[in-house]
């Protein structure tokens, strides 16, 4: 028979040990907190570019300054959670980080760096007079699933200190939304996004953001955000620094790769010509 005074008290210090337990589990570390700042700002670069443009476009407005200044603050907002990705990285690695914050990071970059740009690539289906509503929308969902595979591998496969195999996925993000406000003819802007996607499922090495990157990376998202506020406002060449800022920015992702494959190219080279000379010096 068991003592009812015992059963309660057993109880009594399960429901201690949970209560302990708890809070060690749920607590967020100041990372955390950054990254839960990029989820938001995703979020709201969804909720800008459907407000702004696609709403809009769907009433017959005719108000292109409106349209122009929701664009522009989707993508800062993107920028801005780049900006956060960065940071939650580096604090975590000075600070603690808690036991949420790998799983936490991925579901925030699946919103502000998948979510955010396919659905950015959608509305321009929809809104672009020389697009193709079907189409990007195939383009959309390839941004998606590219990311969300980058993310699955990233937490899977363990790789040399220091590098990322495929595009990040902010930078990519970033990429596909400068090649959409590039305004390039409809399919070139297809087939970009489409390559896009292939690199961040690519086995391309890119460097992590560290040290002087970190700070180069970290300038170029404040200058971006400079030009889309000028862009934004319809400031005196503000149409040519969002060109010469989108342009760059696809050079950028288009050269990182080549400097890559050129290194492993070269890397491979040298290892036959070690391996041919340890053979010719084993010869009698």
């Not at 570019?49 to 407005?61: E, K, N, R, V």
């Not at 801005?80 to 604090?91: E, K, P, R, S, Y």
């Not at 970009?192 to 040290?211: C, D, F, H, N, Q």
Request: with cysteine; glycine share 6%; aromatic share 8%.
């Amino acid at each position: 028979m068991i003592d009812p005074d015992t059963q309660a008290s057993n109880w009594a210090d399960d429901e201690d040990d949970d209560a302990e337990e708890m809070p060690l589990s749920l607590r967020l570390s100041i990372a955390d907190t950054l990254t839960l700042g990029n989820a938001t700002c995703g979020f709201m670069a969804v909720y800008f570019t459907t407000t702004g443009i696609l709403i809009p476009h769907l009433q017959g407005s005719q108000e292109t300054g409106m349209a122009r200044h929701s664009a522009a603050t989707a993508v800062i907002l993107m920028l801005l959670a780049a900006i956060f990705d960065l940071c939650d990285g580096l604090v975590a690695r000075k600070l603690r980080s808690s036991p949420m914050g790998a799983e936490l990071d991925n579901l925030s970059d699946l919103i502000s760096f998948g979510l955010a740009p396919a659905y950015f690539v959608l509305v321009y289906g929809m809104v672009a007079d020389d697009a193709h509503q079907r189409v990007s929308a195939v383009a959309a969902i390839v941004v998606l699933l590219a990311v969300v595979l980058r993310l699955a591998r990233f937490s899977c496969v363990t790789l040399k200190d220091g590098m990322f195999q495929g595009m990040p996925s902010p930078f990519g993000a970033l990429t596909v939304v400068s090649i959409v406000l590039l305004e390039l003819p409809f399919i070139p802007t297809l087939l970009a996004i489409i390559g896009t996607a292939w690199l961040m499922v690519s086995r391309v090495e890119y460097p992590k953001p560290r040290g002087v990157l970190a700070v180069a990376m970290l300038g170029w998202i404040v200058a971006a955000m400079g030009m889309l506020a000028a862009w934004a406002f319809d400031a005196p060449g503000g149409q040519v620094l969002l060109q010469m800022g989108c342009a760059l920015q696809i050079v950028m992702a288009a050269t990182i790769p080549l400097f890559a494959t050129a290194r492993r190219v070269n890397t491979f080279r040298d290892n036959r010509r070690e391996n041919r000379e340890a053979r010719a010096a084993q010869l009698p």
